[in-house]
């Protein structure tokens, strides 16, 4: 008994020794500490995740999780513009990362973290792990570990996924499952807008539209597919943020169209028995449908079996087809009657049938016919009362049916007046008066629609009456009646008034509203006023409501009585693409005569150059000319023009080089070998004035043709102008900047009796050095070429072989006797016994082509003074001559103070009556400007003086005009004097536009004005204005010599017309 006791007393004190021992190492867990750590992998405080731009992510740093004694989850917060994954391949997510411990409450864990910044800037974040302890406090890892990151601001991005929606068939006028795509926005300054195409729509939580937004962050957007059209829709839907390019996503589907559907009830009629020649009782069939045609438009037709007869309404009813008109493809509930009419007996079935563009439906008829053999003739109805007319007639057709069995001859209709016009519908033709036969058919049957109006003149009868009777052999007759009450006694008329001007616009465009007015008459029906196709009619100035619809009609009813008052009627063309249309308006209103009114509309587009480009000459190779404005003018057109020219072949231009180039507005570099105009976007037209200049980089004439290209044309390819479009230039070489002269010994001239020798002794680089590379002599009787009679640049001066007086002049007086790059020329047929002067002029006009020079005609240009005073010839003085009858025996000229003092002396005088002083500017024309009284007969000597007192600026010409008793005169040689003084002149500006200001040394403005062109010829003249201006605006662009003098002074001075 004592080890039993004891066995069961260590049992029990063993189960309480295990509790109490649970329980105290319970106590003791719960009371340990609970720890977390968190503990970066790399070194660095703050853990610095370096610059990363927008939108980007860096590379990942791995983080060490720990904890201990734990009773509930350790949480790892991810902040803001940070992520943060469990693996460090990721996934990535700003979510919160958990961990639970295992049953001993401990912790180990890694997580990856990495730097995704939102906008540009430094982010310091801290991260740290905490857990909740057995009181429900927070521990937390210590100390936090600090996060910093650099965001690098990058261009404005859209970026979507996907980048494609396929949304398959979809039924019109429904909606789709929505799709969704993702959008993230970068360094964006604006939310992004959501833009829809056409068949689609966008939004979120179930609500769409054409367009939402998202904030400049991104989001998501749900797409559906809404189609309105049985087509093919594919498009892209656009996302756009200020700055940032646009992104797309492509987005397709098929629109269908839903079942159609025909309703027709009932499905079966049973007429019964009845007699050949008679018909039944109306039974009535009911049809309506959706969904009928794929266009909105058509009809459903309704036809009948032999033996059945149709009708809708009110009408006649015959055998059909009835078209039963579609409404955006819909029929609205339509009543079709039938009737059994047997023209022969038996039995007899088949269908009514109504057929619609996408689907039939048949309704299926019966009877039975009891056989009649006798002629039988009907007709329904027999009265037609057709209430009020005109004197023009009945505003209304009416009919009736005539039926006919058993027929051994024509059915003949006899009308009792001229007044009944009538004609069988069926087979179709004009209205007739008097009779009308109609043969049956091979059964000796017929149905006929008989249709019938009244006309007039009723001669004042207040009212009709009368008939038509059907008759044929054997056949009982039958009547119609037909009448009509009141008469009015004037006839129906429609007047139109006003005129319509041609429309223009583009397409797709209204063009401007036009009005013009109707009004009627006696009339018995409203006037229907039909536009033709692309025109829009309306009574008031609003077209709205026609939805861009054209070619539809109005009614006017009449408004007094039976008169129509004045209305007035708003038309306006929209013609669908580039079109001409000459149409009419009708205007209708039975009985009256319909009036046509001619309409004409264009949106064809028009371009043209209004005025020409003038050729210019004489521009130096390698420089520009003088701009041209030239005026481009279009009409209807809404893209941009391009407008450019041809490059015409030229064997000197083998690279093809442009020569003409443009400019919107003149100034120097915005001229471009092609411009693009843009159309005014509110008149669709064009009045752009083109600057155009000549930029020549070879010698020669240049060629070519403007043209212009837009797609607003049929042809959308470049096409040339068909009046005015030509450029031409001609280009000149560069002018010589040295010459040969007699001083710097690089000419020679020597005279042997009738023979000239000029010599050029040039350095062997001559052209380098600034020389011509050719040179032309000019020899005269004259000692000084005036500024009017030099060398023209772009001239090319033929020569007589080098014998004077028989070559080309270049004024009277003036022979070319030699042009060429030869070192020597030998000039002829001169007179021994006269002084010749001769003229000599560098110039260049070669251009090398490859390895070989070319001198190129008219291309020439001539060294000549820049301010162009006349030149003094080298003189070539002859063999003396007789002695004049007065014996002069010394004359000279010299400059002293601003005056030219003339002395001269005679050894000896016959009859000397005495002598004019004269004087000349060009050495040509001379005038007086003195007269000393001669000596008679003397055989001493006699001295004479004269002082000009105001001598010419520049260079004077002199000489002695002797005159004797009997009025015989002899010349004395012409002296030169240059007066250093230059006239005090101010001619500006240069180059001139429309007037030239002139301010003359002495003060004033009363001044004869003289402008010449290169050649010598007066182009224009007149007086110095008060103000010292002169009009140049009539002047065309070149290069002239303006001659101002009044008497003191006479300048001359080379200006540019611009």
Request: contains cysteine.
């Amino acid at each position: 008994m004592k080890n039993a006791y004891l066995r069961a007393t260590r049992r029990a004190s063993s189960w309480q020794f295990c509790a109490l021992l649970f329980m105290l190492l319970s106590v003791s867990f719960a009371s340990l500490a609970q720890t977390i750590t968190l503990t970066p992998s790399q070194a660095g405080d703050p853990q610095d995740f370096g610059s990363v731009t927008v939108g980007q992510t860096s590379t990942p740093k791995e983080y060490v999780v720990t904890g201990s004694n734990l009773l509930d989850d350790v949480s790892v917060a991810i902040p803001t513009r940070f992520e943060a994954s469990l693996n460090a391949n990721g996934p990535f997510s700003g979510n919160t990362i958990s961990f639970s411990p295992d049953g001993s409450g401990n912790v180990t864990g890694t997580i990856y973290v990495r730097f995704r910044p939102t906008t540009a800037g430094v982010t310091n974040r801290t991260l740290f792990a905490n857990t909740v302890d057995q009181d429900g406090e927070v521990v937390a890892s210590s100390p936090a570990i600090r996060l910093t990151g650099t965001g690098v601001a990058s261009s404005p991005t859209i970026n979507v996924s996907p980048t494609a929606l396929g949304f398959g068939t979809q039924t019109i006028n429904t909606t789709s499952a929505p799709q969704t795509i993702t959008i993230t926005g970068l360094s964006l300054t604006d939310r992004i807008t959501v833009t829809a195409p056409t068949g689609f729509l966008v939004g979120n939580n179930g609500t769409y539209a054409a367009t939402t937004t998202l904030p400049a962050a991104g989001g998501s957007v749900d797409v559906v597919f809404n189609p309105t059209a049985v087509q093919n829709y594919v498009d892209v839907v656009t996302f756009s943020s200020t700055g940032a390019a646009n992104k797309t996503v492509s987005v397709s589907g098929t629109g269908e169209f839903p079942a159609p559907v025909l309703n027709v009830s009932p499905t079966s009629l049973n007429f019964g028995t009845i007699d050949q020649g008679s018909n039944s009782p109306v039974q009535s069939i009911q049809v309506s449908g959706d969904f009928l045609s794929t266009d909105g438009t058509g009809s459903v037709s309704v036809s009948a079996p032999s033996g059945f007869l149709i009708r809708t309404g009110t009408n006649n009813f015959g055998p059909g087809p009835i078209a039963l008109p579609l409404v955006n493809g819909s029929l609205a509930q339509t009543t079709v009657d039938v009737i059994f009419a047997p023209n022969t007996s038996g039995s007899f079935s088949g269908n009514i049938s109504f057929v619609a563009p996408r689907i039939t439906r048949n309704v299926a008829v019966q009877g039975q016919a009891n056989a009649v053999t006798t002629p039988t003739i009907t007709v329904n109805p027999d009265n037609l009362e057709f209430n009020t007319v005109s004197n023009s007639g009945s505003g209304q057709t009416l009919s009736f049916t005539v039926r006919a069995i058993n027929l051994d001859e024509p059915l003949v209709l006899t009308g009792s007046a001229n007044n009944i016009v009538f004609r069988d519908a069926t087979a179709g033709g004009g209205f007739v008066s008097g009779t009308l036969s109609i043969n049956p058919d091979a059964d000796k049957s017929l149905v006929r629609v008989i249709e019938v109006r009244l006309v007039g003149p009723f001669n004042g009868a207040p009212s009709f009456s009368g008939t038509i009777t059907a008759s044929s052999k054997d056949a009982a007759s039958r009547t119609v009646t037909v009448t009509a009450s009141p008469v009015l006694a004037g006839n129906s008329v429609i007047n139109v008034s006003g005129d319509l001007a041609q429309f223009s616009t583009v397409p797709g465009v209204p063009s401007a509203t036009q009005t013009y007015t109707v009004e009627g008459s006696n009339l018995l029906q409203a006037v229907t006023v039909q536009a033709p196709p692309f025109f829009q009619i309306s009574k008031t100035a609003d077209f709205t409501s026609l939805n861009g619809a054209t070619g539809n009609s109005l009614q006017f009813a009449p408004d007094r009585g039976n008169d129509l008052l004045t209305k007035t009627i708003y038309i306006r063309y929209l013609p669908p693409n580039a079109r001409d249309d000459a149409e009419s308006i009708l205007h209708s209103s039975d009985p009256a005569q319909g009036v046509a009114k001619p309409v004409t509309g264009t949106s064809q587009p028009t371009i043209f150059l209004a005025n020409a480009f003038s050729e210019v000459r004489q521009v130096v190779i390698n420089t520009t000319s003088t701009p041209q404005r030239i005026t481009l003018r279009a009409e209807r057109v809404r893209r941009n023009i391009t407008f450019s020219t041809t490059v015409e072949p030229n064997t000197f231009n083998p690279s093809n080089t442009q020569q003409f180039e443009f400019s919107l507005t003149g100034a120097e570099g915005s001229y471009q070998n092609s411009l693009t105009v843009s159309p005014d976007a509110t008149t669709f037209s064009v009045n752009q004035e083109i600057f155009v200049r000549y930029k020549p980089t070879y010698l020669g004439s240049a060629l070519g043709q403007l043209r212009y290209q837009s797609d607003d044309f049929v042809t959308s390819n470049q096409q040339f102008f068909q009046n005015n479009g030509l450029l031409s230039g001609r280009s000149i070489d560069t002018q010589p900047t040295k010459e040969a002269t007699v001083q710097d010994n690089t000419l020679r001239v020597t005279r042997s009796g009738s023979t000239a020798t000029v010599e050029f002794l040039l350095p062997p680089n001559y052209v380098a050095e600034g020389y011509g590379e050719g040179r032309l002599i000019v020899a005269s009787e004259n000692a000084a070429l005036p500024p009017t009679n030099q060398p023209v640049d772009g001239t090319s001066y033929q020569t007589g072989n080098q014998r004077y007086g028989e070559g080309p002049q270049l004024a009277p007086g003036y022979f070319s006797v030699y042009a060429g790059p030869n070192s020597q020329a030998i000039i002829e047929n001169l007179d021994p016994t006269k002084d010749y002067y001769f003229y000599i002029f560098e110039f260049n006009n070669v251009f090398r082509l490859g390895n070989t020079d070319f001198a190129v005609q008219t291309a020439e240009n001539y060294k000549t003074p820049t301010v162009p005073d006349p030149i003094i010839g080298i003189r070539l003085p002859g063999q003396p001559q007789p002695p004049l009858p007065v014996e002069l025996v010394s004359f000279d000229a010299k400059l002293h103070n601003a005056k030219v003092y003339l002395n001269w002396a005679t050894a000896q005088e016959k009859n000397n009556r005495g002598f004019e002083v004269e004087r000349s500017q060009n050495g040509t024309e001379f005038a007086s400007i003195g007269f000393k009284a001669g000596h008679g007969n003397s055989a001493r000597r006699h001295e004479y003086s004269l002082v000009d007192e105001q001598p010419l600026a520049g260079v004077s010409y002199y000489r002695l005009k002797q005159i004797d008793n009997d009025g015989t005169v002899n010349y004395s040689p012409v002296l030169t004097v240059k007066n250093g003084r230059v006239a005090d002149v101010a001619v500006y500006p240069n180059p001139v536009e429309d007037a030239l200001n002139v301010r003359l040394s002495h003060g004033g403005t009363d001044a004869d004005v003289v402008i010449s062109d290169l050649l010598g010829r007066t182009v224009m003249s007149g007086k110095l204005s008060a103000n010292g201006t002169f009009n140049t605006s009539n002047l065309k662009p070149g290069n002239y010599i303006v001659t101002i003098s009044n008497g003191v002074e006479k300048v001359t001075r080379k200006v540019t017309k611009r």
